[in-house]
Nanobody, 115 residues
Framework: QRHLVESGGGLVQAGGSLRLSCAAS????????MGWFRQAPGKQRELVAT???????KYADSMKGRFTISRDTAKNTVYLHVNSLKPEDTAVYYC?????????WGQGTQVTVSA
């Protein structure tokens, strides 16, 4: 049973934009923060951005400017808007929910940016 469902990935041309969505199942309660991480081929998973239940955001330094994280608390959904996509943004993007019960991960959504 998937408790975090990501969507919005796909093939995008460089310079384009996209929005990723991640919906958390109600089974995950008391979520403190949600966030996005990514893992490029041959590289370690890295932080993109997180957002707390109060809306406080945090971005990895390399992600500031083109990435915007937002959250709809009522829908238990977090979004990631990415502008001016670059081929080096190609990765599997994972959603994370930090909850009272622990850390939860989605299965990931592939984003491929063509030159």
């Amino acid at each position: 049973q998937r408790h975090l469902v990501e969507s919005g990935g796909g093939l995008v041309q460089a310079g384009g934009s996209l929005r990723l969505s991640c919906a958390a199942s109600p089974i995950i309660f008391s979520i403190n923060a949600m966030g996005w991480f990514r893992q490029a081929p041959g590289k370690q998973r890295e932080l993109v951005a997180t957002i707390t239940s109060r809306g406080r955001t945090k971005y990895a330094d390399s992600m500031k400017g083109r990435f915007t994280i937002s959250r709809d608390t009522a829908k238990n959904t977090v979004y990631l808007h990415v502008n001016s996509l670059k081929p080096e943004d190609t990765a599997v993007y994972y959603c994370n929910a930090d909850a009272l019960s622990g850390s939860n991960w989605g299965q990931g959504t592939q984003v491929t940016v063509s030159a």
